[in-house]
């Protein structure tokens, strides 16, 4: 983590045996979010910048596929999730980050002008407070219809209602849940959370309280992991 390495020179060939590691994390739960207006996409990365602040990569994909920028998260040290927001002005891209700090909460929640190549993302002022995270699991979704997102800790989820960014409503998955993986259906605003082979459905409809339900426990499916809607036909695709 010195970077450096202190060695005594002999005669003859001094030879240094070396493993490259690091300590930055990984994107515990990395997403490709495409903003279909203007045809980037964003994903969260490992490299932080030279502060060691968290980023994400903007990728213009046309008229050829090409890098754009590294976009710094400041104050966060591992980026988690992303979703596109359009009901904002302008649209934005939301990105939920572990933060550096060593008090609660844990989770931040930026957003990123998605008109603008030069802004900075910008943390919210919403404390995603009763979220817990260790630098696994955790994610965002977008409930455009009702102008609001779910942010997701490891074991719980909340309701960040836009755009007065307020937060709350948090709600455990525990003692059988994570969020290994989850999805939302923008027709039935029904969400669903795989862990491992324990999924919970949440029917979250127009309303602020939060309920999750076991849906076939004890493995039922298998070992089950990744998970989305299908916009058309509203069906779930689950892989095991």
């Not at 008090?103 to 030069?118: A, H, L």
């Not at 525990?174 to 324990?198: H, R, W, Y």
Request: aromatic share 8%; net charge negative; hydrophobic share 40%.
């Amino acid at each position: 983590t010195s970077n450096s390495v202190v060695v005594t020179i002999g005669s003859g060939i001094t030879e240094v045996d070396f493993t490259d590691t690091s300590t930055q994390a990984c994107g515990g739960q990395s997403l490709i979010i495409i903003d279909q207006a203007h045809n980037h996409a964003y994903a969260p990365i490992y490299k932080n910048d030279v502060n060691g602040d968290a980023q994400i990569e903007e990728v213009n994909l046309t008229p050829t596929l090409s890098f754009d920028r590294f976009i710094s998260l400041p104050g966060a040290k591992q980026p988690i999730s992303a979703t596109y927001n359009p009901n904002s002005t302008p649209p934005t891209m939301l990105v939920e980050a572990w933060l550096k700090t060593t008090v609660n909460p844990p989770i931040g929640v930026f957003s990123v002008d998605t008109t603008c190549n030069t802004c900075p993302a910008i943390l919210l002022p919403a404390a995603t407070t009763g979220l817990t995270y260790m630098g696994v699991l955790g994610g965002v979704l977008e409930d455009s219809p009702n102008n609001r997102a779910f942010v997701a800790g490891d074991f719980n989820i909340g309701i960040l209602n836009q755009p007065s960014n307020t937060f709350g409503n948090v709600v455990s998955l525990l003692p059988d849940g994570c969020t290994d993986s989850l999805s939302l259906n923008l027709v039935t605003d029904t969400m669903f959370i795989a862990c491992g082979g324990n999924n919970k459905i949440i029917q979250a409809a127009n309303t602020q309280t939060l309920v999750p339900k076991t849906f076939f426990p004890n493995f039922k499916f298998g070992y089950t992991d990744g998970n989305a809607f299908d916009p058309l036909t509203n069906i779930l695709l689950l892989s095991t």
